[in-house]
């Protein structure tokens, strides 16, 4: 992000907002942020802090979040540390069935299998494959059978194998015959990337047009939603409780690739999530229910 004071370059104040979100932690040490301490050990919250002069910017969600208050006991009774009991593993097995063939394999045989398995699917001979190939017939190369094709084209020690081979290819398995009859084409693994991105193509624009569109609103949303910025000023909060007397304690913001992760910290009950919590505290600090219940209540006085 730019330094302070110095305005950000025309277009990207949008992208400047979320990469000052995002900035990497220098090595300077952080000044705490000041907030409830709790009275026993908690759980761990592993976030990611972010620079102070980033997170304090004034174009920074953090820069201007007030302390807020929570129910610190019923909090600690979920989140408080607790030994972790050790489960034991089951050994997985395996168990497999060799392919049988009265044909001479060059492959192995979870090659000769799987090669098998598409060239059965396609309904396509290996010189039938040859042929769409050598003339590029997109009638018969459709985006599936090309993408596919390309996975089962020789690797460079199938190729030594295959020039080896001196005998007739009908005595090979269709697998093998297939590698020997397409696989050998001269760059025939870039013809045919070539051949699928030409029929990609349209689609890709599209997607990736959707995509920035997509973004922009998103982006958009980002910047103007004040429960967005309510969420992370309460995760923020509840994190350097969890955190207290740590070198992750007192932050004064975080990596929001954290909010992903909220649901896989269990409460001590096993049952409620760092993610339910918080979306409970939500809806009770909730501006809007709030002034409703006010606005009953003098309703109900007058």
């Known amino acids: 992000p730019p330094p302070p004071g110095v305005p950000p370059p025309p277009g990207l104040d949008l992208v400047s907002m979320m ?8 090595n300077t040490p952080m000044p705490k942020r000041k907030g409830p301490t709790p009275t026993q050990p908690m759980k761990r919250l592993h976030w990611r802090q ?19 208050s929570f129910d610190k006991d019923d909090f600690e009774r979920l989140f408080k540390l607790k030994k972790k ?19 001479v394999a060059l492959l192995d045989s979870k090659r000769e299998v799987n090669i098998g398995i598409l060239l059965s699917r396609y309904k396509m001979s290996p010189e039938s494959v040859r042929e769409a190939v050598e003339s590029i017939d997109l009638g018969l190369l459709t985006q599936d059978r090309l993408a596919g094709l390309i996975k089962i084209l020789p690797t460079e020690d199938e190729i030594k194998l295959l020039r080896n081979y001196t005998g007739p290819p009908h005595l ?12 050998l084409i001269p760059c025939v693994k870039t013809r045919l990337e070539h051949v699928l991105f030409m029929c990609q193509l349209p689609e890709i624009f599209l997607k990736i047009r959707n995509s920035l569109r997509t973004v922009d609103k998103a982006l958009s949303a980002v910047r103007n939603s004040p429960s967005l910025k309510r969420l992370l000023h309460l995760v923020l909060s509840i994190g350097n409780v969890m955190n207290y007397n740590t070198r992750k304690g007192g932050a004064h913001g975080f990596d929001i690739r954290l909010l992903v992760t909220l ?15 918080v979306i409970k505290l ?21």
Do not use: H
């Open 50 to 68: 972010l620079d102070v002069k980033a997170a304090l910017s004034s174009e920074s969600v953090w820069c201007d979040m007030e302390p807020l």
């Open 172 to 183: 090979l398995t269709d697998a093998s015959r297939f590698q020997l009859v397409v696989g």
């Open 263 to 277: 649901k896989s910290l269990k409460a001590n009950d096993r049952k409620t999530s760092l993610l339910e919590y």
């Open 19 to 26: 990469a000052s979100m995002t900035t990497n932690m220098p």
């Open 85 to 103: 009991t050790k489960k034991k593993k089951k050994s997985p097995t395996a168990s497999g069935r060799q392919a049988k063939s009265t044909k």
């Open 282 to 302: 939500m809806e009770k600090t909730d501006p809007k229910k709030q002034n409703q219940q006010q606005q009953q209540q003098q309703q109900q006085q007058q």
